[in-house]
């Protein structure tokens, strides 16, 4: 195979090891083969320190940004827990506000200010209103048809449900237009005149925390009629 150019050689695709290459060492012209070139470049310092220049050349722009991902990761996750436990805190706290001004709400509702209505019937009846036992109240009644208004107001003490209660009452009626709504009577357990002490024994009532109102309907029909009370105290 003289005076062969090196284009005009077999090709190979892979060395196995065994090949057979010409180096010059310390003046003389040897030979080596492939496996014994692959273990040299494994080992020589330069060889190595310069493909993992290489190496990490390469790849430090990965590292960089995977450690960027990681910090804005760690940074996101950070800014979330402290968001979900703001979140929590925030809902415990409205909880608890709401729970407060439901139960500021229904304690108002139901001890201080109470409201309702009655169905009054055709013809005359009685209809009453009852408080507490004890305590301080303002009772009110607002009826209101065509031709036909009554109105009551009364600020009353209860102390015991078997003496009179001290307080003023006051009841109007409408009588411009026949009076199909009209009073034919009103409470009769309430005591007391201004700058005077009233002294008695007897209550003109059986149980003085309720109050009885005597109602006549003419108006041909059932009709509504409002009434409530305040606790004053």
Do not use: C
Not at 9 to 31: C, H, K, M, N, W
Not at 116 to 137: C, E, L, R
């Amino acid at each position: 195979m003289a005076n062969v150019k090196i284009s005009a050689l077999p090709a190979i695709s892979s060395l196995t090891g065994t090949e057979t290459f010409p180096v010059v060492q310390s003046g003389t012209t040897s030979r080596i083969t492939s496996a014994n070139l692959q273990a040299y470049l494994a080992t020589d310092t330069y060889v190595r320190n310069h493909a993992n220049a290489a190496f990490i050349q390469a790849n430090t722009p990965s590292y960089v940004a995977n450690s960027a991902a990681s910090y804005a990761n760690a940074a996101f996750t950070a800014a979330n827990t402290a968001s979900a436990t703001n979140l929590t805190q925030n809902n415990s706290i409205t909880a608890a506000f709401n729970t407060a001004n439901a139960a500021f709400t229904a304690a108002n509702n139901t001890t201080i200010k109470n409201t309702s209505s009655w169905t009054v019937a055709t013809g005359t009846n009685t209809y009453s209103i009852t408080v507490p036992d004890s305590g301080t109240y303002q009772i009110w009644i607002r009826g209101n048809i065509p031709n036909g208004i009554i109105a009551y107001l009364a600020t009353v003490v209860v102390t015991n449900i078997n003496v009179p209660v001290v307080g003023a009452q006051y009841a109007w009626v409408y009588n411009g237009g026949g009076t199909p709504l009209d009073f034919t009577s009103i409470p009769n357990q309430f005591v007391g005149t201004a700058n005077t002490i009233i002294r008695s024994s007897t209550s003109p009532s059986a149980t003085t925390n309720r109050f009885d109102f005597g109602i006549n309907n003419s108006s041909g029909s059932s009709q509504t009629v409002q009434w409530g009370y305040v606790t004053l105290s």
